[in-house]
């Protein structure tokens, strides 16, 4: 068995820390992808795996084995890199067999597994092309039969679609999940693309800034993300927030205000809160039935529409004055949203939307942590609770 | 494929086994930096051993003593003001008049050691400015596409890569006055004596023409290299800006391979001044006497006792060569783009 | 401008050639170069190519007519052997009145092979030497990032300043003396009059050029590849030698055909750290300069051996030409 535990993993660098106290349990045949934005240090944490990099403190656990101070070779891992990395001077099946080769195998060993291995990633009658001769997909399926060939116990994998192209991509990463469920290893998958990451693992670990932020199957950090990164990072377009404060009737900011019990959450009159909310999860009051559980409408000004074919990205803003500002992503005061295609909806148009409550979160402003992830309308919250909370507040 | 998953395992621990599995795994496991150290160990065993020792025990020994002029073993700066004062043993003291008349800087009867510096600083100027014009010229020949530029290339080259002893050979039959016409010519010119192989000024003259011969390919090489990593698309712009050849010659070309230029030099520079071959095997060092040739000349002196003096003369040398480069890095810093 | 004075000119020549023939061949020259500068230009530069390659050939050529010329008629000699004549081949005599033999003689007076033998043996072993550890080195600068880099190559730097005058004093020394430990290996237990009289000096002598091309080919190679390749099961050393080092090859190559070149070319060690004799480990400096005797130069002699002498290297320059022009070209501009 091929479990793959992180203990207290740090690596620091002259002054910087690249990777803070990574805890992480990574079971069996699990494939577990790490997202991130570039520098998050999801790369080095894989490194430390590898044992390409020495932790600064730390136990990696592979197996139930501790691998810190082992040099790569006897970790029982292979690797596929973001640049390929094919040895140019080999051919394909030098460049396959050459662990096998360093491991003394004898020759019809050797003969056996790397047509194996090129069966599985569908690469017959290739084996003296050079790596020059060969495609940007061919090239990787040779890396990832070279990664396969030694029967790992766990498969690492950087970034290794990042540098075909977007269609070429789509189709590796179905090959992937194929692969995944023919070998049976774990695998511990890095990447910076979220749709990547949603798409193929069991689990995904974001990180951020060096720390493990969160560690659940996609959905769940899709659904109840728990915190203010995940909630942005994961989700593309990705998650309105809107900065704002708790009253007693709720949340308040200047252009959103949704009533709720606080107590209901443990909170506390002024405390600074985020709501969130994902572009779909809100809805023009016009179709308000198609919420679960609308919140009362609030009035905004379209802007600019981005139609895709199977939706319609939306950018509205509060103030109608507002400069449009098309900078990267959703600026406060603005909301977007995602509609039917059918929708009628024009630039520059007032309109209502509503947004529903069952997918509306709340983040504490200042640690950034979840604090709920729906939002309950005040009758159904208990009215009892809300009136025990103001008698006792008098 | 899953089943052999174990066995896999198994074998990359004992593929590697036997003796040398420890020290390999100890290699594996030091960090980053002790590894670097470990590995330039060896780079670093040879050049202490046959540099840095060396260097350190030429200063100890040049501050010993000069046999029969001190009773104490320990002689201080003794040596190096017997050198320049010419209190020194040194075999010859006097250069030849044609020499020194020819130049005026060093009169006759100057301390031998002084000739040398003299001899060795003025040959190594003249021999980089000739070799840096003439390699120049060599490096825009060859920067032209043309059919044979290959053999040209070799042709060019090949003076550089024969043995110091047979350039050496060339010039000292050429001169030979029994061999070669070269006396003969240069006579007729009205430029060398009947004997310019005995004669300080025509020896260096003759030793000056072989080392350019040999070494200009050297510059050409360098400079050739500067020409060909400028964007020829520079050229087309001039062009349609209208500068005629030479505009373009001396507005893009030279700016541009300067600093390719001045690192050709610094090299040639330390080179020129470390000359001795050239000069032991055509006129000898008593005609020519380089400072390498005091060092040499001194250490086979008969007299026992005159290490120090040797030693003294060998450290004087690198110092000479030492203060030439910080001039070199104190005017050319700037210009060489971060090179040093 | 180019191509309007080219225009200007094909237009010039045309309607003025007629003209011109009566102002004579130099003055139509004149004028037609002034019209059209770049005519000059490719004048000059054909010139300037023939001066070079007459410059840089015609000594070797001289060398090999003294080397054809018999002892006794040693004078005159410009293009050919005064004793040539081309007339003699109609008599039989294929020489034509030169001396052939004069290249047998070498090996005969001398054992000049032997010289050669040496000086090629101390050359590759040094080279193999050289390359081996300046890989490593090459690999550390060229690859690792850690403290003390930079003064370090700074310091390697410095020993290709020295002159060997400043080393040779302490080595000659150590070199005479006799050392216990190796009294079993060489037969009076000092290096003087051996092949490591020489290989050690040269080896870190030329060490610097060395790690500083191979710095340069090394840090080019990927990441990627050497964690690649640690992954597949080489140590990092192993990593080295079996993908960094091949994947440069070009590179290894050029240090190699320099070092050797450097070596077999070298005077000072050469000519000062063995005796004369061929058996005692003398390179070829020692052997060209033996014909020079007490009562008689065998000048013939010397340039025939000179000549042989040339072959290797004119060789190598030949095959390796790119090599050397990329190798000076790295090594040069990494400083």
Known sequence: MADVTLENITKRYEDVTAVDDMNLDIKHGEFVTFVGPSGCGKSTTMETIAGLTTPTEGKVIIGGRDVTNLPPKDRG?????????????????????????????????????????????????????????????????????????????????????????????????????????????????????????????????????????????????????????????????????????ITDNGFE??????????????????????????????????????????????????????????????????????????????????????VD?????????????????????????TTGNAITHQIAPVDTAGASGADAEVGSGD | MATDQDTAAVDSDTATGGLLRPITTWMENLSEEAYAYL??????????????????????????????????????????????????????????????????????????????????????VASVVLETAIGFGQALVLDKEFRGRRWVRVAIIIPWAIPVVIQAMIFYLFFQPTVGFGTDLMQALGIFGATPLNTSRDSFIIVLVADVWKTSAFMALLILAGLQSVDRSLYDVAEVSGASTWQRFKMITLPLVLPALIVAMLFRTMDAMRIYGVIDATAGCSTVPSLTCVVVDTIFLPQSGVIGLAAAAAFFTAVVIGVFISIYLLFFADSEGGYF | ???????????????????????????????????????????????????????????????????????????????????????????????????????????????????????????????????????????????????????????????????????????????????????????????????????????????????????????QIPDGLEDAARIEGTTRLGALFRVIVPLSAPGVATAGVLTFIAVYNEYFFSRLMTDPGADNWAPIVRGILGYQGQYETLFNLMAAASIVGVLPVAILVVVAQEKIVSGLTAGALKE
């Open chain 1, 77 to 245: 891992i292979s690797m596929v890199f973001q640049n390929i990395a094919l040895f140019p001077h080999m051919d394909v099946y030098e460049n396959i067999s050459f662990g096998l080769r360093l491991r003394k195998y004898d020759k019809d060993e050797i003969d056996r597994r790397v047509e194996k291995a090129a069966e599985v990633v569908q690469l017959g009658g290739m084996m003296d092309r050079m790596p020059d001769e060969m495609s940007g997909g061919q090239r990787q399926r040779v890396a990832i039969a070279r990664a396969i060939v030694r029967n790992p116990d766990v498969f690492l994998m950087d970034e290794p679609l990042a540098n075909l192209d977007a269609k070429l991509r789509v189709h590796m990463r179905t090959e992937l999940q194929r692969l995944h469920k023919e070998l049976d290893t774990t695998i511990i998958y890095v990447t910076h693309d979220q749709a990547e990451a949603m798409t193929m693992s069991d689990r995904i670990a974001v990180i951020n800034a060096g720390e493990l932020q969160q560690i659940d199957p996609p959905l769940t950090c899709y659904n109840e993300p728990k915190n203010l990164f995940v909630a942005g990072f994961i989700g593309s377009p990705s998650m309105n927030f809107v900065e704002g404060r």
């Open chain 1, 341 to 365: 295609p059918d929708t009628d909806i024009a630039e520059d148009q007032e309109v209502e939307v509503v947004l529903d409550r069952a997918k509306t979160h709340l983040f504490d402003t």
């Open chain 2, 39 to 124: 590995l330039l160990a060896p780079a670093f065993f040879f050049l202490f051993l046959v540099a840095f020792y060396p260097l350190l025990d030429t200063l100890r020994l040049s501050f010993l003593v000069q046999e029969g002029r001190t009773a104490e073993p320990f002689y201080g700066i003794g040596n190096y003001v017997d050198l320049l004062t010419g209190e020194a043993l040194i075999r010859r003291q006097v250069l030849d008049i044609a020499l020194t008349s020819s130049f005026p800087f060093i009169e006759m009867g100057a301390p031998f050691f002084r000739q040398a510096l003299f001899v060795t600083i003025t040959f190594a």
């Open chain 3, 1 to 219: 401008m180019a191509a309007e004075s080219h225009s200007d000119t094909e237009y010039g020549r045309t309607g003025e050639e007629e003209p011109e023939l009566d102002r004579g061949p130099i003055e139509a020259w004149a004028a037609r170069s002034i019209k059209n500068p770049g005519r000059v230009y490719k004048g000059l530069f054909y010139t300037a190519m023939i001066a070079f390659l007459l410059t840089t050939l015609f000594p070797f050529y001289w060398l090999f007519m003294v080397a054809l010329t018999p002892s006794g008629s040693l004078q005159n000699i410009i293009l050919a052997p005064s004793t040539f004549d081309p007339t003699l081949l109609a008599q039989g005599d294929l020489t034509m009145g030169t001396n052939p033999g004069a290249f047998v003689e070498i090996f005969e007076r001398l054992p000049f092979h032997r010289y050669m033998f040496n000086s090629f043996v101390i050359a590759t072993i040094t080279t193999v030497i050289v390359l081996i550890i300046s890989s490593l080195a090459g690999y550390i600068f060229g690859r690792l990032r850690f403290r003390g880099k930079s003064p370090l190559m700074l310091l390697v730097l410095l020993v290709s300043f020295f002159p060997p005058a400043a080393f040779f004093l302490p080595l000659n020394r150590l070199f005479n003396r006799n050392i216990g430990v190796l009294e079993p290996i060489l037969s009076d237990g000092s290096l003087y009059n051996t092949p490591y009289a020489m290989i050690i000096p040269f080896s870190a002598l030329f060490m610097p050029l060395s790690i500083f091309i191979l710095t340069t080919f090394y840090s």
């Open chain 1, 253 to 338: 900011s200047d252009d959103v205000n949704i009533p709720f019990e606080p107590a209901a959450y443990n909170l506390s009159t002024g405390a600074d809160v985020t709501l969130g909310v994902r572009p779909e999860d809100v809805y023009l009051s016009r179709n308000s039935r198609e919420a679960a559980d609308p919140t009362p409408p609030l009035t905004a000004y379209s802007d600019v529409l981005e139609p895709m074919g199977n939706e319609i990205f939306a950018y509205l803003k509060f103030d109608e004055e507002a400069e449009s500002d098309m900078e990267e992503g959703v600026m406060p005061g603005q909301l977007l949203i995602s």
